[in-house]
Every structure is written in C-alpha cells, then in structure tokens.
C-alpha cells in the first residue's frame, strides 16, 4: 500500500517512548509531520532525528506536531530520546502496521532482517490530508527537509 498527496491519512494508535497510546486523531486541527526511521542509535536516524530536534521551531511556528515512528521497542526510544535529547513525540510500530499502511516498510532490510520501517516523511494538514509524502527506499538517504518546511509554510 502507498499514501498519495491528497489521500486522508490513516488513523492509528501507537505507544510512545513515554509507554502512552497516541492517535494521529488526537492532533485534529492541527499540522502533522511524521518521519519514520529505521533504527535507534544508528547514524543516519541519528542525523534525521537531531535535524528535526534542532529545527522544532520552524513546525511550532507552523503549528505543526512532528511524530517520530519506527518499529523499535518503546523503552528503546525512551533511551534514544534522552541519548539525544529529542523534542518531540517518539512512537513505536512494533507490530509494524502503521509503516504498512503508510507503505514505509522494508520487507526485506539489511542482515536478514525483516520489518523496518523505511525512511519516510509525511506532511498531513489540519483536516488530516496528505500534503507531502517521501518514501526513500535508501535508508542512507535523508528526507528533504526544505520540502517538508515548504510544504508546510503552504498550509
């Protein structure tokens, strides 16, 4: 499955770092970036991860909320968060539904293993439609962040 520009974003529940459901519905009318990324403590999730903690005043501005989602355990991310001192919302896909619904999943990744989320970005607007939406099938590649800011000073 894959997400277009234009499309309604699916819904879903997930558990953050802090090991509390969140709902992309809890952030009606308001601005959504989500970034999916493979791994915690790896280099380019890493860099992916900081630049959006070192910009989080550009998405306040806009009133937007960033979500950070990968399929790694909630107590991994918690750890990852306070390592890098991350300013925003860190959910786990462990079961890995919302990367399939969002068509961001690497079946197949690296070393044999199965179910990673790909690096992806998605900007949904206040009525909860896609208005940006990069699915990288390299994962040493970084999402375009002037898109995502572009985008988002459009809304």
């Not at 894959?2 to 090991?19: M, R």
């Not at 998405?59 to 306070?82: C, G, H, M, Q, R």
Request: charged share 25%.
């Amino acid at each position: 499955m894959s997400i277009n520009l234009g499309d309604k974003a699916p819904d879903f529940t997930l558990i953050s770092s802090e090991t509390k459901e969140v709902k992309l519905s809890d952030f009606a009318g308001k601005n959504v970036i989500l970034h999916f990324f493979p791994a915690a403590f790896t280099g380019v999730c890493t860099t992916q991860l900081c630049t959006v903690r070192d910009a989080i005043h550009l998405y306040s501005n806009e009133n937007a909320e960033v979500l950070a989602i990968s399929v790694d355990l909630p107590f991994t991310l918690a750890k990852f968060k306070e390592d890098q001192k991350l300013n925003f919302t860190l959910l786990s896909d462990f079961n890995k539904e919302v990367s399939r619904s969002y068509g961001s999943i690497y079946e197949d990744w690296i070393l044999g293993l199965k179910g990673v989320s790909k690096r992806a970005a998605f900007v949904i607007d206040k009525e909860g439609v896609v208005r940006h939406a990069e699915v990288l099938e390299n994962a040493g590649e970084l999402p375009s962040f002037e898109q995502i800011n572009l985008t988002l000073e459009s809304l």
